[in-house]
Every structure is written in structure tokens, then in C-alpha cells.
């Protein structure tokens, strides 16, 4: 059983920072990547950032929209990824998942995602 658990979400003024996080936990055999996407009422879930797990020196994805304000990171040893958000803006509003590319048995990878955090910045 794998279980993915966020924390940080909350309510900030435009402008302010958050910091969420994400631990893996469960019988996991490898991750690949883990990263957060987002869905505001209305719209589609989004990517905004990920990060390689496997490989040291992997790589990090963001959306346009959040570059240069949100930084992913992540600490393999506690299977942890985090999202710092800085210059946080009301479009940013939104529920923040976390998602993995993980395997529970060697060559078994698929997808898993956290329950969600809620994240809103008031104007």
C-alpha cells in the first residue's frame, strides 16, 4: 500500500509564500519523478512543477506561469518532494496534488496521487 501525504496548504495574501510537501510511503520498490499539479473550480488538473527522483541530477520541469516564483525539490532519503511558492498571486488558487511515478514491484510503475491540499491567496 502507497500513501502519498501533503501538507503546507492554506490561506496567504497575494504576494506571501507557502512551502507544501509530499512523503511517499508504503512498500515502495523505486520512484522515477514526483511532482504537483493543480486544479482551480472550473478548469483542468495542470502540471506545475516536477522533479526526476532516480537520478541525482535530474532534471526539474515547471509550468510558464509559475517560473522564476515556485521551486521543487526534494529529499530522496524520506521518498520527500517539496514545493516552495513565492510572489504567490489569486490565480494561483487552487488544489495542489501530489503525484508519483513510483513502482511497488520492479518494473511496475504507475502513477499515485496525494489527496490534495487546498491553497488560496485573497487578493
Known amino acids: 500500500q502507497v500513501q502519498l501525504v501533503e501538507s503546507g496548504g492554506g490561506l496567504v495574501q497575494a504576494g506571501g509564500s507557502l512551502r507544501l510537501s509530499c512523503a511517499a510511503s508504503g512498500s515502495i520498490f523505486g520512484i522515477n519523478a514526483m511532482g504537483w499539479y493543480r486544479q482551480a473550480p472550473g478548469k483542468q488538473r495542470e502540471l506545475v512543477a516536477a522533479?526526476?527522483?532516480?537520478?541525482?541530477?535530474?532534471?526539474?520541469n515547471y509550468a510558464d506561469s509559475v517560473k522564476g516564483r515556485f521551486t521543487i525539490s526534494r529529499d530522496n532519503a524520506k521518498n520527500t518532494v517539496y514545493l516552495q511558492m513565492n510572489s504567490l498571486k489569486p490565480e494561483d488558487t487552487a488544489v495542489y496534488y501530489c503525484n508519483a511515478d513510483l513502482a511497488v514491484t520492479p518494473g511496475g510503475h504507475r502513477d499515485y496521487w496525494g489527496q490534495g491540499t487546498q491553497v488560496t491567496v485573497s487578493s
Open positions: 522533479i526526476v527522483i532516480y537520478n541525482l541530477g535530474g532534471p526539474t
